[in-house]
């Protein structure tokens, strides 16, 4: 098993582990810090693929965390990298935000709505029962089904929102087709991230605050996994699972390393 002192890579989940909601949890910003003085090569993770990385890092910039955009990872951008090394030049109808229709243009893919070569289901604030109905009749012709992240609720305000994974279900049940889906907890966004990175499984740590989508894809793509306890996961929760992370830590603070003694001159 590889030591934490052994762990050359980082990538980390966002909410729940650097913010919860608007606010930066403890420690956060210092270790994104030390990354960044050590020159250590790290990567922050959302399956959210509603913004593009540069919203991404200004939002983080206003809740007080240094994140260059090209440190995020979105599940838009790993289903991108995907779909680029499975149909290069290829064809999308696609159920999204600009976060993914940005990512999906920059990787060579064109926007279309007569034969394309895949359905891409991503997060969306604005679900259109007639984008639905579409994405429905061009699957049962013949188009395959690509959904960025399975989560079924987001987070908001008032309360849980419908999110990718409700939409997807609709899909499903109406083509009996289920989709492929890239984002967490799919170890392929993590391969996707350590290849962007330059990263090897075996000296590459994943954080998380969940059980069910950070530390079992972090363990199925072979990396050191710490669990922290500032998002959702509890003691209860964690022992739910027939599997356990390498570390379990209060939260990222514990992370940050402390600053030498400097002993006075003589």
């Not at 003691?235 to 992370?255: K, M, N």
């Amino acid at each position: 098993m590889t030591r934490r002192d052994e762990i050359e890579c980082w990538l980390t989940d966002m909410d729940g582990v650097l913010v919860h909601e608007n606010s930066p949890l403890p420690g956060a910003a210092e270790l994104l810090q030390q990354w960044s003085d050590t020159g250590t090569p790290f990567l922050v993770l959302t399956n959210n693929s509603i913004f593009t990385p540069r919203d991404l890092s200004a939002r983080l910039r206003a809740s007080g965390l240094n994140v260059p955009e090209d440190r995020i990872w979105t599940s838009a951008l790993a289903t991108a990298d995907f779909l680029r090394s499975q149909a290069p030049g290829g064809t999308a109808f696609v159920i999204g935000e600009v976060g993914l229709t940005t990512a999906l243009h920059e990787a060579g893919f064109i926007m279309t709505e007569t034969n394309p070569d895949y359905v891409v289901v991503g997060e969306t604030r604005n679900y259109s029962f007639e984008a639905i109905t579409k994405a429905i009749r061009l699957l049962l012709n013949g188009a395959r089904f690509i959904s960025t992240n399975p989560d079924a609720t987001g987070p908001s305000a008032d309360g849980p929102l419908p999110a990718t994974g409700a939409i997807a279900a609709l899909i499903t049940k109406a083509t009996g087709m289920e989709p492929y889906v890239v984002g967490k907890p799919n170890p392929m966004m993590f391969r996707s991230a350590m290849n962007k990175i330059g990263a090897h499984s075996e000296n590459t740590a994943m954080i998380g605050d969940r059980m069910d989508t950070d530390i079992i894809a972090g363990i199925e793509a072979g990396l050191h996994t710490i669990l922290v306890m500032t998002g959702i996961s509890d003691e209860a929760e964690v022992s739910r699972y027939p599997f356990r992370p390498d570390e379990i830590l209060s939260g990222v603070h514990e992370l940050v390393a402390q600053e030498p003694i400097e002993s006075d001159a003589i």
